[in-house]
């Protein structure tokens, strides 16, 4: 996609998110506040002042916990006994088949696969790791946010068991569900993944409750799940037989009955010991009603979630609980617009739509349960309270959440941001992710593109700051990158602002223009020349270069810092190594473009870096049984084309998760086997590069 007509027939999203991130300006929460906001003398709160005078203050977010009590010595403690060891120790153990059914293929099958059977085959296999690190996970984090979602999900998990055990013991094709990136995004997909709409109507219209609070889970259980299976499995092969894909059963070994049956019965035992999930001795729902009731009783309140489960859950409790205004809003919502209009009028400018009886005054929304698909994209700001009902193990969520209150047109001076955790401490919390973090690491399962494991005190102390209430702990931005266009735009519309005059004069001057200025002797830096370089791809490049022509840093906001000076600053003379030195710094510039391909940008950005990890992870592995064809592909297509706006986001997460050197090979290969990685076109003509200008750094007494 090279131009706008071709956007305009295009139907790809991704080519339309890389077209807006060349024309639309990041910028983040506190950038604007640092350079758009003025103090309030008075209070010192920063604020923006609008057209027609009135003010928009930025709020401070405030966190708070809502601690729930988890007594392990008293055996009515439901929570307690989701979070026993031998739960944890199950799950772990689990070897999700249905996930990984590429270690299942006969290696060499009587009647050898049809093409399209091959091309699923190995469509399995590449998924597999990714998918059993997802599945896992999933498990646990389902544990976190209720036990109604987890005791669902077991149910769904041990009936798809089944479902393919029946299709193997009848030699019938088995049904091969989701298998996609699609289920690793947790932004976007908030469903179970073991459910369906076959599935849904065997559970019952609410989710699965009334099933489930009736299944006797003794050792009449495996009897039921075999009925079950039995009644599914025809409802696939007829009504539903396009939704899934099918493979023969003679094309996997006998081990995969095996395996299925095993984690069956693991599962069944898991719900046996938890017992049936009783709403009425919910603790954590109970601390939910109480903060509704007593705490914010009159309040706006936005309730955020992982799952659908657990939004269905919470909004039939606390409806039949007696709380009014109230709806619950996931991705399968019909209109999850209108609800959140419903819920935030006047920040989208509804209040006075009578005309539609769903914006009549009886019919606002005082609550609103939602998952991440209302975390971005929406205007929430008529609320000034949040509620993490169960907690993201990506602390940036919690941001991006704060982030759909804390917009334009907020008026309360905070933002309150609940958090539910244990009150005994968060230790055991992050003591099962970390036994999470260990089995995904032996079994060398991959996991989706949007976790965060605490891998290091830094994340960790997060969660500790947020469990102590620290000021600030959610003060930072969902994405802390200011692109370098609008860092050095704002530069210039700063001084031009101050000096009108300077456009005229900047805009007068020639290329190759340079100056000097003093650099003073106590800096950390050494002196030199700042050289500004167009180069022959046509990108914009800075470089610093000290008197004996080294590079001093490949950082361009430092360079774009060290060139900063006060108006009033005297023009040196020009150094006598001056020339020699640009000449320096732009053959830095070009042999760095050679050396990383100059649409690689600048070191800080997620391109740049994900090229150098692969590239050192690709010499460290070289000649060994890790010495992957797959990744040589994606590392020279990195080199020679942009990354999807997705994939930039994806590995930006990643990166600052602290993943490891493999962990973002495999990401990188799994996103280029599902074309999601670049953005593949034609080399375009090459030009010279052109120096635009440059500047002399004379050291000086200050």
């Known amino acids: 996609m090279r131009s706008l007509a071709a956007f305009e027939k295009s139907e790809e999203a991704d080519d339309w998110r890389e077209l807006m991130r060349l024309f639309m300006v990041r910028r983040t929460r506190s950038f604007i506040q640092e350079n758009y906001a003025t103090p309030d003398p008075d209070t010192g709160r920063r604020f923006l002042t609008f057209q027609d005078g009135s003010r928009s203050y930025f709020p401070d977010r405030i966190p708070k916990t809502v601690k729930v009590k988890i007594d392990p010595k008293n055996p009515d403690d439901q929570y307690a006994r989701l979070y026993a060891q031998d739960v944890v120790d199950s799950i772990n153990a689990l070897s999700l088949p249905r996930y990984g059914l590429g270690n299942y293929v006969v290696p060499s099958p009587h009647h050898p696969p049809t093409a399209s059977e091959g091309k699923q085959l190995d469509d399995l296999s590449r998924a597999g790791k990714r998918l059993m690190g997802f599945c896992r996970t999933n498990l646990f984090k389902r544990l976190e946010s209720s036990g109604e979602a987890f005791q669902l999900s077991i149910e769904r998990h041990i009936l798809r068991n089944y479902i393919f055990l029946h299709a193997l013991e009848h030699d019938l094709p088995l049904p091969i569900g989701t298998q996609d990136n699609g289920l690793l995004d947790a932004g976007s997909y908030d469903e179970d993944p073991e459910d369906s709409s076959p599935e849904a109507a065997l559970f019952g219209d609410d989710g699965g409750e009334e099933t489930h609070e009736a299944e006797s889970l003794d050792l009449s259980g495996e009897v039921s799940f075999k009925k079950r299976a039995a009644e599914t499995y025809k409802l696939y092969a007829t009504q539903f037989k396009t939704r899934f894909k099918w493979l023969r059963a003679a094309l996997f070994i006998d081990t995969l009955a095996t395996d299925l049956r095993a984690d069956g019965h693991a599962l069944m035992d898991v719900l046996a010991r938890c017992g049936d999930w009783q709403a009425e001795a919910d603790a954590k729902l109970s601390a939910l009603d109480k903060l509704l009731r007593k705490s914010h009783p009159e309040e706006k309140v936005l309730i955020f979630t992982q799952f659908a489960d657990t939004v269905r859950y919470l909004t039939k409790h606390l409806q039949a609980r007696g709380i009014a205004n109230l709806a619950g809003v996931t991705g399968g919502s019909d209109d999850p617009t209108n609800l959140a209009w419903r819920f935030s009028p006047t920040s989208n400018r509804h209040e006075s739509n009578r005309s539609n009886p769903a914006f009549l005054p009886e019919n606002e929304l005082r609550v609103l349960i939602a998952t991440d698909v209302l975390s971005e994209g929406q205007n929430l700001q008529d609320a000034a309270v949040i509620v993490n009902y169960d907690l993201p193990w990506a602390i940036i969520r919690l941001i991006q959440r704060a982030g759909r209150v804390d917009r334009i047109g907020q008026k309360s001076d905070k933002i309150l941001c609940y958090s539910f955790l244990p009150a005994d401490g968060i230790e055991k919390l992050i003591q099962l992710r970390s036994r999470v973090r260990s089995r995904l690491k032996e079994n060398a399962e991959v996991v989706g593109t949007d976790e965060a494991f605490f891998e290091d005190d830094r994340e960790t102390q997060k969660l500790l700051d947020l469990y102590n209430e620290k000021s600030g702990t959610l003060d930072g931005d969902a994405d802390s990158e200011v692109d370098l266009a609008s860092y050095a735009y704002q530069i210039w519309k700063n001084a031009t602002d101050a000096d009108p005059t300077l456009k ?199």
């Open 504 to 702: 005229s004069t900047i805009e007068a001057l020639p290329d190759v223009v340079f100056s000097t200025k003093e650099h003073p002797a106590a800096a950390k830096k050494p002196p030199g020349v700042l050289v500004y370089l167009r180069t022959a791809e046509g990108n914009d490049a800075l470089a610093w270069v000290d008197k004996s022509g080294k590079s001093v840093t490949q950082s361009q906001f430092e360079i774009l810092r060290a060139a900063e000076c006060a108006p009033e600053a005297p023009a040196l003379p020009r150094r006598e190594d001056h020339h020699h030195l640009t000449l320096k710094g732009a053959e830095h510039i070009v042999s760095e473009e050679k050396a990383v391909g100059g649409q690689l940008g600048r070191p800080s950005g997620a391109r740049f870096r994900t090229y150098e990890r692969l590239k050192r992870h690709a010499e460290a592995v070289k000649g060994t049984l890790f010495d992957r064809p797959q990744l040589a592909k994606a590392i020279e297509e990195i080199y020679r084309y942009p990354l999807r706006q997705s994939a930039t986001d994806t590995l930006n997460r990643q990166l600052r998760s602290g993943v490891t050197d493999e962990g973002i090979a495999d990401l990188v290969i799994a996103l280029r086997d599902d074309d999601r990685l670049c953005l593949v076109h034609e080399d375009e003509q090459s030009h010279e590069p052109q120096i635009i200008c440059s500047l002399g750094l004379r050291e000086g007494d200050s």
